[in-house]
């Protein structure tokens, strides 16, 4: 399954959730209605039947009708709750879960093994670094999380840090990015608030039965003891239907994640090139005392998102969220003996001190797939298939241009202020006069002090910023999130008043500001989240023709060579009746609304237009970098992480 597919799959478990959740809601129903005119009739007549004709003996329509409202009213409200609650996404149910943020200056050897694992991931799928949480918890364990590729976190235990090498770590890893990949971080939040509401009803009735201890009414008052039985009958009601959503829950996570994690297991396998790794994770969760297990208060409510099942309690019914661990791993290794690995803590320790013996040999150069002139023709044709993959190739690519930035672009990533400033110094313009007038902005928004920061990165970051800044800009993202708004505001004032200073917006300049912009507004819910509403390209046409004849025109200065490569473009995916556009009705200006409307494109048509976008690009057989990466900056917004071209330097000097 690709990533298109895996992404439309989620969107049709989301209406299999629908479903599921309003076939619970039509049986808590039934109950509630069951169990309150059971108790009528048993104050009536002092008896308990199960016979609906009695039964109908005490039934009230506009009673029945009024209890199904409020059950429903109170399901609503509470999944409604869960969603405001969890639209900051992932870091949301990090906290909830203990989890601290793993800074990018952390010296911890544990911390740098981790950041880097996930760093040279992400690089080489082409999506944004996303933020590390450690979770103090003794269990092997980890989980991804957020509404999308682009504001995911990466939640692991420390006991996973302690006990792991770094290939079974790199194997947990590479299951998380599976779940990313394929839409289940956006499925698993929805579950959660919608299994919440439910959940709400039990918690509800253990509330009003817990009230009862601080009633001081007087035992023989008739008044006051036919109160405490009302309040008992409402709050057991409640407990029932609790209960009974319970049930519905664990069977609604079961019914939605296990295939899931299955596909997830077999993805990292596909992306590592190397079953041990993930094999051997649950081999050690198998062999440690802790097993997987959480100690979270809300551990329970987060069940379906972990690597491995996070409670100890038993799994009635088979509704456990996770496969058995032995079945997992014989799904990756039929010849397993069945012998889990034994806790062995002294794993990481020879980890680290093999990988510092190997610090000094040369790493392996799966780099150089392109050069500073143009990008290797098979590595665009095959970039959208490639979407939503990551190879271990791509990965020791990443690795290797990792080692290769600057250590003053390294030290600058750590933290936000640096961070700021390697964005701030992508955007300087190469004329002096605008140079001097982006600097006299950048004293008057940020200050002398930081605008020095700036001219202190700004050469070197000039060397990267032809084919290297994307890479760059998903590197240091996860760093610009952990500015205040206040910060943040600062910031985006910067950026597009230096972008202001020459009274025009060029190509470059437009890639940063809205890849950059568009990502962190999400992160301080400053941009709602586009629900994909658009089922045919036509819907979108207008916005389709602006991409396809920019990139035609990026491609071609002759009119006549445009013109041919918009129609390779529309051919490709069946879209005759998309027109090239004329070239002074092309303008950056209507760019930004363009790409917020292509984000109502659902999954399949991104491809698509993706597909376009890259036959255009790509028809007379050769491709700039500079057209690849708007490209690369488009998927990047309709978050469809497009792997970059990661240019080996070594290789681009001989």
């Known amino acids: 399954m690709n990533f298109f597919e895996a992404q439309d799959s989620a969107r049709r478990g989301t209406s299999l959730l629908i479903l599921l959740f309003m076939l619970a809601i039509v049986f808590l129903l039934a109950l509630s209605n069951f169990i309150v005119f059971e108790f009528l009739y048993y104050l009536q007549y002092q008896d308990l039947t199960l016979s ?21 009213g109170f399901i609503t409200l509470g999944s409604f709750y869960k969603l405001l609650q969890l639209s900051s996404g992932g870091s949301a149910i990090a906290q909830s879960l203990g989890g601290v943020i793993v800074p990018r200056s952390s010296s911890d050897p544990l911390h740098k093994k981790i950041l880097n694992i996930v760093e040279e ?5 082409g999506m944004p670094v996303p933020q590390v949480y450690i979770l103090n918890e003794r269990g092997i364990n980890a989980f991804a999380a957020g509404w999308k590729s682009t504001n995911a ?6 006991g996973a840090l302690e006990r792991l090498t770094r290939d079974e770590l790199q194997g947990v890893i590479a299951h998380e990015f599976s779940h990313i990949f394929n839409g289940d971080m956006r499925l698993n939040i929805r579950l959660i608030a919608i299994l919440h509401g439910i959940l709400m009803i039990g918690m509800t009735g253990r509330m009003i039965l817990r009230s009862l201890r601080y009633m001081r009414s007087s035992r023989s008052s008739k008044g006051s003891g036919q109160a405490v039985l009302l309040i008992v009958g409402i709050g057991g009601t409640l407990a029932v239907i609790g209960y009974s959503g319970i049930f519905f829950g664990n069977w609604i996570k079961s019914l939605i994640s296990r295939q899931r994690e299955y596909l997830a297991d077999a993805s990292a396998v596909q992306f590592t090139r190397n079953s041990e790794g993930i094999a051997d994770a649950l081999k050690k969760i198998g062999g440690a005392v802790p097993g997987s297990a959480l100690l979270a208060a809300s551990v329970d409510e987060y069940s379906h998102a972990y690597f491995a099942r996070g409670d100890t309690g038993l799994s009635f019914f088979s509704f456990s969220t996770h496969p058995p661990l032995k079945q997992r791993i014989l799904r990756i290794q039929p010849n397993w003996d069945g012998k889990f690995i034994a806790d062995d803590r002294k794993s990481f320790r020879r980890d680290v001190s093999s990988e510092q013996r190997d610090g000094s040999k040369p790493q392996k150069r799966a780099v150089a797939t392109s050069l500073a002139a143009g990008v290797a023709l098979n590595t665009a044709m095959k970039a959208v298939e490639s979407i939503g993959e990551v190879s271990q190739e791509q990965v020791d690519a990443a690795h290797v241009w990792h080692k290769q930035l600057p250590d003053v672009i390294l030290a600058h990533a750590e933290n936000p202020y640096g961070a700021q400033a390697l964005i701030l110094a992508l955007l300087i313009h190469a004329e002096p006069e605008v140079e001097t007038k982006q600097y006299a902005v950048l004293d008057d928004v940020i200050g002398e002090l930081h605008t020095q920061n700036v001219k202190q990165v700004r050469q070197v970051v000039a060397e990267l910023a032809d084919e290297q800044s994307l890479p760059l800009i998903d590197l240091i993202l996860p760093t610009l999130r952990e500015m205040t708004l206040a910060q943040y505001h600062r910031f985006e004032a910067c950026v597009q008043k230096m972008i202001a200073a020459d009274k025009k917006v060029e190509l470059h300049e ?7 912009l568009q990502h962190l507004q999400e992160q301080y819910g400053l941009r709602k989240k586009p629900m994909a509403k658009y089922f045919v390209l036509g819907s979108a046409k207008y916005s389709i023709e602006l991409m396809l004849s920019l990139l035609a025109y990026l491609e071609h200065s002759d009119e006549a060579e445009a013109r041919l490569a918009f129609d390779v473009a529309k051919r490709s995916v069946a879209a005759g009746a998309l027109s090239l556009l004329a070239k002074d009705a092309v303008s950056l200006d209507s760019l930004n609304s363009a790409m917020d409307d292509l984000e109502f494109l659902k999954p399949p048509l991104k491809k698509r237009f993706l597909q376009a976008c890259v036959s255009c690009i790509s028809h007379d057989g050769e491709v700039t970098v500079r057209a690849y990466e708007l490209t690369r900056a488009i998927a990047s917004c309709l978050d469809c992480p497009m792997p970059p071209v990661l240019v080996d330097k070594d290789y681009k000097s001989n």
Request: overall charge negative; hydrophobic content about 60%; glycine content about 6%.
């Open 52 to 72: 609906l004709p009695q039964l109908e003996q005490v039934f009230d329509g506009n009673l029945s009708i009024l209890i199904s409202a409020a059950i429903t």
């Open 121 to 125: 991931m992400a690089i080489a799928s």
């Open 153 to 158: 976190v990466i939640g692991i235990t420390q």
């Open 510 to 516: 437009w890639i940063i500001q809205r890849v950059v």
